[in-house]
């Protein structure tokens, strides 16, 4: 569903980062581990098509996104893959509810309220769906975040620091409901991520330095 070859990237400050080949298919789940500043976010960005590879290539659904226009690219990114960014993005004038049927919205699909409520129930924060994101704890925004991310059914769930910001019990839920969502939809599901508390629950890794 999603692999990489000969993957790198270069910013105008600095030296090329290499990333090792990724192979994830449809219904696994594939944790990349790495300290801060080793280039994890810049991956997920590689991933998702937010930025374009130096060298190399990615592809996903066996459409290679380099040879994509943006337009198009942005089309296929509604449709495929769901992004968990670090930094959330969120309306703040709208509710979480709201939040989460304006990106079924922009990805050209119907509002489905059910697949909304439903997500918040699994993430055990139902209670929350009137409630403005300001209102809401930095793990309760994250767990939103994980809904809107999961919403559209994505072939592809990208995950960038999905649990640092949650407790042991709701890092294992998170982990769980990712991992459910991931081989209920056929779905590819890539974590980046510092947390070492993931590392003995995903057989599937890599190390990027």
Request: contains cysteine; proline residues 2%.
């Amino acid at each position: 569903m999603i692999s990489t070859h000969n993957l790198s990237y270069q910013y105008n400050t600095g030296s090329p980062i290499s990333f090792p080949d990724i192979n994830c298919a449809s219904g696994e789940m594939m944790l990349v581990l790495g300290q801060s500043g080793v280039g994890k976010t810049t991956l997920l960005h590689l991933l998702s098509g937010l930025i374009k590879a130096k060298e190399g290539s990615v592809t996903i659904a066996n459409q290679d996104l380099s040879k994509l226009s943006d337009k198009k690219l942005d089309h296929f990114r509604g449709q495929y893959i769901g992004v968990i960014f670090q930094k959330f993005h969120f309306i703040k004038s709208l509710s979480v509810l709201e939040n989460l049927t304006i990106a079924q919205k922009l990805a050209g699909k119907n509002i489905d309220e059910g697949r909304c409520k439903e997500l918040l129930r699994n993430l055990q924060i139902e209670h929350k769906e009137d409630s403005k994101i300001n209102e809401l704890s930095q793990g309760e925004t994250q767990r939103v975040a994980i809904a809107r991310a999961l919403v559209n059914n994505p072939a592809v769930i990208l995950a960038d620091e999905p649990t640092s910001a949650l407790d042991d019990k709701n890092c294992e839920a998170v982990l769980d409901l990712l991992s459910t969502q991931a081989k209920h939809s056929g779905a590819a599901l890539v974590i980046v991520t510092h947390d070492t508390r993931l590392k003995e629950m995903v057989d599937n890794k890599i190390t990027i330095s």
